[in-house]
């Protein structure tokens, strides 16, 4: 029996994926943006977890989901926990990859700054990643994803564009991996306000369980 699925948005996920064990999708929803009161959906997200992570968000238990989408904390503890993260981004609207490796860019860099951490070695490596993402067009259907293991506080970006292999790029700054992994899981600040929402429900039920 093959893999069972979610949908997210228009896109089958996969409702787990493997890497140094099987991950379970605890979170997805979508990016998008409304112009003229019509809505553009860019791409749909999932976040996929070790389960590990309720033991790193004791402190939340027994709140529900509607009070953590909006603790800021909460998430800071997420991205902390040195648990392995994967998050598998599917391009809806398609975009060069400059122009995501420049979003990429200016998330991280603006998150940096924020909070003085931008020196000349995260310039280094955004500007390896804006070069990574430089050549290829991300049309519908293309994947994305960052995979941040447990042992280490690195990231791994790859893409797959249809027919073709996949390409790798490792973020050895462990700033700036933070910082993507922020863009994301960041509450308030993240990149998709219903991500933060599925992932504050989903978490809030596993927390009430443990």
């Not at 860019?42 to 402190?59: K, M, P, S, T």
């Not at 951490?117 to 994803?145: A, M, N, R």
């Not at 893409?159 to 992994?181: H, L, P, R, T, W």
Request: proline letters at 3%; one cysteine or more.
């Amino acid at each position: 029996m093959g893999s069972e699925l979610v949908m997210v948005d228009e896109f089958p996920f996969p409702t787990e994926i493997t890497t140094t064990k099987s991950l379970p999708i605890i979170g997805y929803g979508i990016t998008d943006i409304e112009i003229h009161f019509l809505q553009i959906k860019h791409n749909a997200i999932g976040i996929y977890l070790d389960e590990g992570i309720v033991e790193h968000l004791g402190n939340w238990k027994g709140k529900k989901g509607s009070e953590l989408a909006g603790d800021d904390d909460f998430f800071d503890a997420l991205v902390s926990a040195r648990v392995e993260k994967y998050i598998r981004v599917v391009v809806n609207k398609e975009i060069k990859g400059a122009q995501f490796g420049l979003q990429v860019e200016t998330a991280v860099r603006d998150r940096l700054v924020s909070c003085d951490k931008f020196e000349d070695e995260e310039d280094e490596e955004l500007e390896k990643i804006v070069d990574y993402f430089h050549t290829p067009y991300l049309k519908k259907g293309s994947l994305i994803t960052f995979y941040f293991p447990a042992s280490s506080h690195t990231a791994e970006i790859s893409y797959v564009i249809e027919g073709k292999n996949e390409v790798k790029i490792k973020v050895e700054n462990a700033n700036v991996a933070e910082m993507i992994q922020k863009w994301y899981l960041g509450g308030s600040r993240a990149v998709s306000p219903s991500t933060v929402q599925s992932l504050a429900e989903k978490l809030g039920t596993m927390l009430s369980a443990a």
